[in-house]
């Protein structure tokens, strides 16, 4: 399914549509049947529709990479995030398994070529190097899977998912090819309405933008009432405001409810400090992070 077949707020399945950036089999794709499976997948060719298929009504949830170990972050976000309409609602980390895919009858000795995205040939580069594959860039790798099996052709091969060899019918030569163990992408989920555990919960986290008045170290003045009060910041990140360089916005995340009573007392002073204060999503830590030791306590 794609954006231009929703139905309208949403219901395309017993759980309404999820939309995400690319093409079916895409590890934005795979991400959402493991999160939401009871969801229908809303295929979209940018990230701007997915943000607007949720703004609309089209969908009732999106699925968005934010951030990989071995990439960093996804820049696009960071820059549509202030002026969407959205909340994280939901946190998801996925490992990221790359699959080496070819058609039916091709052999890993046959192969000469292999196309993806480039962050997944950068991934696979020990892997190319070793079997002495020559790299094609792709925009994604669900496109790429898309692309090999409609040639056909047993020497040309794609790195993508496995949920992108049951879709295009490819055939998994190898599996896990990348070159780390520790590659995983974290993802937000985005909803229209803002989800409130409630102040006391635990594990939470909340994600929201600021920008500080233009006085002499107000940033620091501004970040200093989450150090005293014990509110750990697990990211902080700046970027220009409409090509201004003399316009900073940043956008944060802490462990902790706004309405807890050190977080409240931070956020008291961030308030002080700021021209204005946005919080953009209240949502539950995922298990990951206490597994990773990203978790302050």
Same mark, same amino acid.
Request: negative net charge.
């Given at each position: 399914m794609t954006a231009s077949d929703k139905d309208q707020d949403g219901k395309?399945?017993?759980?309404?549509?999820?939309?995400?950036?690319?093409?079916?089999?895409?590890?934005?794709?795979?991400?959402?049947?493991?999160?939401?499976g009871e969801m229908t997948p809303l295929a979209c060719q940018t990230f701007d529709e997915v943000f607007a298929a949720v703004e609309d009504g089209a969908a009732a949830r999106a699925m968005i990479p934010i951030e990989n170990s071995? =990439? +960093?972050?996804?820049? *696009?976000?960071?820059?549509?995030?202030?002026?969407?309409?959205?909340? $994280?609602?939901? /946190?998801?980390?996925?490992?990221?398994?790359?699959?080496?895919?070819?058609?039916?009858?091709?052999?890993?000795?046959?192969?000469?070529?292999?196309?993806?995205?480039?962050?997944?040939?950068?991934?696979c580069r020990r892997f190319l190097h070793d079997h002495g594959l020559t790299p094609v860039l792709h925009a994604?790798? =669900? +496109?790429?899977?898309? *692309?090999?099996?409609?040639?056909?052709?047993?020497?040309e091969?794609? $790195?993508?998912? /496995?949920?992108?060899?049951?879709?295009?019918?490819?055939?998994s030569l190898a599996?896990?090819?990348?070159?780390?163990?520790?590659?995983?992408t974290r993802f937000v989920v985005l909803a229209r309405e803002l989800a409130d555990p409630g102040a006391g919960s635990p594990s939470v986290m909340t994600a929201f933008l600021f920008r500080v008045r233009n006085i002499p170290a107000a940033l620091y003045k501004a970040m200093g009432g989450f150090a005293t009060n014990g509110v750990n910041m697990g990211k902080l990140?700046?970027?220009?405001?409409?090509?201004?360089?003399?316009?900073?916005?940043?956008?944060?995340?802490?462990?902790?409810?706004?309405?807890?009573?050190?977080?409240?007392?931070?956020?008291?002073e961030l308030n002080f400090y700021s021209e204005r204060v946005r919080i953009i999503g209240i949502f539950p830590a995922h298990p990951y992070r206490k597994e990773a030791g990203a978790l302050g306590n």
């Open positions: 395309t399945g017993a759980g309404g549509a999820i939309a995400f950036q690319g093409l079916p089999g895409a590890y934005s794709d795979l991400a959402c049947r493991q999160v939401h071995v =990439a +960093g972050r996804v820049a *696009d976000i960071h820059q549509l995030m202030p002026h969407a309409k959205v909340h $994280i609602v939901a /946190e998801h980390f996925q490992r990221v398994d790359h699959h080496l895919l070819a058609p039916e009858g091709a052999t890993l000795e046959g192969l000469a070529r292999v196309h993806s995205h480039v962050h997944a040939l950068s991934q994604d790798t =669900a +496109g790429a899977a898309q *692309d090999v099996a409609a040639k056909n052709d047993p020497s091969a794609a $790195i993508a998912s /496995e949920l992108a060899a049951e879709i295009y019918g490819l055939r599996a896990n090819i990348e070159d780390t163990d520790r590659n995983t990140e700046s970027y220009m405001v409409d090509g201004n360089f003399a316009s900073t916005e940043f956008y944060a995340e802490i462990e902790g409810h706004p309405d807890d009573g050190p977080v409240k007392l931070a956020f008291d």
